[in-house]
């Protein structure tokens, strides 16, 4: 299933949000206006879906830029587009394409090569009755079909490379093959244009129909094994895909249950989850309790326990007891949905070490024209008898050996398979630029509230001012609260309810960002934030500065209330520390990674969690504009500097860093603009980035030197360069063979990115 096609538009023309009409008998017949159907003239219904997607485009692997929006061949490199959409159970028409072709020319070139090698080595074991030049018609009549319907796809891009001159692969292996096609009908028909030192005795000429063939189906069995491996980059989205359940169950105004395709559930429908299902979509629990395996979203084999009011994320699976949840995010909205778009945006990414390839691809193909040439009169001028024979075989083996495929291949294949290993693990990188980049961070920023604690405060302690009673400054505090987005309010609003308290109406709010907020309550001006925003207000403090400075030694947050400029009370925040943040930050340093901690605390509460944590430098006080300032003071010392954060706040920092890393629990700006996003907002999702970071650009560096190697020692060898010295000249078959290997190589290493530990 496609959680980002509509199933109501069957061919993916309509516009987006449109509503359309189809015949119940006929699904196949849908307009943008209400009718009949033309099939059987029943009144077409109108669809409880509206459409959401735009028609599938398609685009090149290793050229993202290309998209167009019908299938073909990219204009630059020749492969076949591939669809932008990653479907569950796709058709690959190209696969299925090159294997008939492959297994036709198999059936036709097997019999020539025999026959051609028996001729060659051992002509004893033909019948006397059959004389060589009816041999050379019957590799003619077998490999025609064999170079002209087989090789045709090769032909057709190769001629469409000269015309647009982006020269590429199929430029190679057109010319090639041609060359010795053409080559030996000319010997067959007209052997007498030859030298005669090239004759025989029967007055024939050799031919090479047997190479021709060969080589269309070598590159042929290439491209079905290049096309197959292909296949299995994009394995990371169809599993996400597939978590996906098909139904649901919804239940009705009547309280009656029925079964329903996922496609049909809506936003506030409610649905029935049994133990052992998955849930169909985003949403809430309205009643019951139950355990939840979310490892497939997180990546973390824990299940967490849902009650109501928790959220639940779709295609986790419920392992126990039965929920009813309300749908609240569905089709493309939802956390899974957006997830396959985000990984599918990266897969399409370039890297900046693509740029080196770029460069290296934009010389190759000429080069290797310019070798085979070169190769061609050195042979013709210099080589021994007969030297067209010669010439011809070794420019040949030159033009076929050469593959750029390899060479273009070798980053955006690796990033592919990379960014899916990321997202199995709840990872998800936005480009590869951020996973090239990630390798080299040599600091790591991270804000303290949200990242390095829970993010779910505790309000613990209150102390209030002689004089002023504590629920009306608890209830005051969780009033002013309520207004406010700050991490901190959401403890001092639920202490209030908790107590009973009503909360009272708000005017004049206003909020000071990282500082505090102020308003008036049934008359009376309210200001609630840290004690520096007191003072500036010129407020006194000095009455619960001991106290405070007492609660913040032991790494708790202290803000102050004060009704009509007159302190009344402080309240005591504790934010627990995350349980793995001081392994993840132990790891950290392990790997050479400096850690800073930021916090909007002052520096006693902040330094009591840093020290917990073995955290060194700590800067605290830090107001939302200040992030970006220690963020760029770090890069102008020369650090590569990932920071890591959940809060609105956060944002410009994150864009400030050369890696912006959004917690998973965090805002949705924060995680706009971030570049990677820990769905379980764990530091060490982190550590899992750095490794998989390493090993990606690892396994990319191996890609493009087994490229420049393979092709810095085969053309060399393909122009006879070891035949003074060892009497070797390369069979053009042989160097088909070592170039449609050569991608299917560089493909099969980074597979291997699928199975690395991190």
Request: hydrophobic residues 45%; contains cysteine; charged residues 20%.
């Amino acid at each position: 299933m496609n959680l980002k096609e509509p199933t109501a538009c069957h061919d993916g023309s309509c516009e987006i949000g449109k509503t359309f009409y189809t015949c119940p008998m006929h699904p196949e017949i849908h307009q943008d206006h209400p009718g009949t159907c033309p099939k059987c003239g029943m009144a077409l219904e109108k669809e409880t879906q509206t459409v959401s997607t735009v028609k599938t485009q398609y685009t090149c692997p290793m050229h993202p830029e290309i998209i167009r929006d019908k299938p073909g061949t990219c204009p630059k490199c020749g492969m076949a587009l591939e669809s932008v959409t990653v479907e569950v159970e796709e058709e690959n028409r190209e696969l299925n394409d090159m294997s008939r072709r492959f297994w036709i020319s198999l059936v036709f070139a097997l019999p020539v090569f025999i026959v051609a090698m028996t001729a060659d080595l051992a002509p004893a074991l033909l019948p006397k009755s059959i004389s060589m030049k009816e041999i050379q018609w019957f590799e003619f009549i077998l490999s025609s079909p064999v170079v002209l319907w087989g090789g045709w796809p090769f032909f057709v891009r190769g001629w469409q490379s000269l015309q647009t001159w982006n020269l590429n692969m199929f430029t190679l292996i057109s010319m090639g093959v041609a060359t010795a096609w053409i080559y030996s009908i000319v010997a067959l028909f007209m052997p007498h244009i030859f030298p005669a030192l090239m004759q025989t005795n029967e007055g024939l000429v050799h031919v090479y129909f047997e190479a021709a063939a060969v080589i269309t189906a070598l590159v042929l069995l290439g491209q079905v094994l290049e096309l197959k491996a292909r296949s299995k980059t994009n394995s990371a989205i169809k599993t996400l895909l597939n978590l996906s359940p098909k139904r649901a169950h919804r239940i009705d105004a009547k309280g009656e249950e029925e079964e329903i395709a996922l496609e049909a559930v809506e936003v506030g429908d409610t649905l029935r989850i049994k133990p052992g299902e998955k849930i169909p979509v985003d949403g809430v629990v309205i009643e019951g309790k139950s355990n939840v395996d979310e490892s497939m979203i997180t990546g973390e084999p824990v299940v967490v326990a849902k009650s109501e009011d928790d959220r639940l994320i779709g295609a986790t699976l419920n392992t126990n007891g039965t929920l009813l949840m309300r749908a609240e995010r569905v089709g493309s909205d939802t956390m899974l949905s957006q997830i396959v778009d985000m990984v599918a945006k990266a897969q399409r990414s370039r890297a900046p070490i693509q740029q080196l390839a770029d460069t290296v691809s934009g010389y190759f193909v000429p080069a290797v024209v310019i070798s085979a040439v070169l190769a061609f009169l050195g042979w013709y001028l210099f080589g021994p008898q007969p030297r067209l024979a010669y010439a011809i075989v070794a420019a040949v083996s030159v033009l076929i050996i050469a593959c750029p495929c390899a060479l273009g291949l070798a980053t955006p294949i690796s990033i592919m398979v990379g960014t899916g290993r990321a997202a199995l693990s709840g990872i998800l990188i936005k480009d590869a630029q951020t996973l090239e980049t990630m390798e080299k961070v040599t600091t790591l920023v991270v804000d303290k509230t949200g990242t390095l604690t829970q993010g779910k405060p505790r309000l613990t302690n209150i102390k209030v001012v002689e004089g002023f009673d504590e629920n009306e400054m608890l209830q005051y505090a969780a009033s002013i609260e309520k207004v406010s987005e700050h991490p901190l309010a959401e403890a001092v609003v639920e202490r209030a309810t908790e107590a009973g308290l009503s909360l009272l109406h708000v005017g004049e709010f206003n909020s000071v960002t990282g500082k505090g907020i102020e308003g008036r309550i049934e008359g009376k001006k309210v200001v609630l934030g840290s004690e520096k925003f007191l003072e500036s207000l010129d407020i006194a403090t000095i009455e619960m500065s001991d106290n405070a400075d007492l609660l913040r030694k032991e790494g708790k947050t202290v803000i102050f209330l004060a009704v009509e400029n007159t302190l009344g009370a402080i309240f005591c925040i504790e934010d627990p520390i995350k349980e793995s943040s001081k392994e993840a930050v132990k790891m950290l340093l392990d790997e050479g990674i400096k850690v800073v901690m930021l916090s909007g605390d002052n520096e006693q509460t902040a330094n009591a969690v840093a020290r917990r944590l073995n955290i060194s430098e700590v800067y605290a006080n830090i107001l939302p504009e200040g992030k970006g300032e220690v963020i760029k003071k770090l890069q102008q010392g020369g650090a590569v500097v990932a920071m890591a954060g959940d809060g609105i706040n956060d944002a410009p920092a994150l864009a400030h860093a050369d890696v912006g890393i959004a917690m998973g629990g965090g805002t949705d700006v924060a995680i706009e603009s971030a570049g990677i996003t820990l769905i379980k907002g764990d530091l060490m999702g982190i550590i899992k980035v750095i490794k998989l970071s390493r090993a990606t650009m690892k396994n990319i560096r191996q890609n493009l030197f087994f490229a420049f190697v393979y092709n810095s020692i085969g053309i060399p060898v393909a122009a006879g360069l070891l035949y003074p010295y060892f009497g070797i000249l390369l069979s053009p078959v042989i160097a088909a063979t070592a170039m449609s290997f050569s991608s299917v190589s560089v493909i099969t290493n980074a597979l291997r990115l699928k199975n690395i530990k991190i």
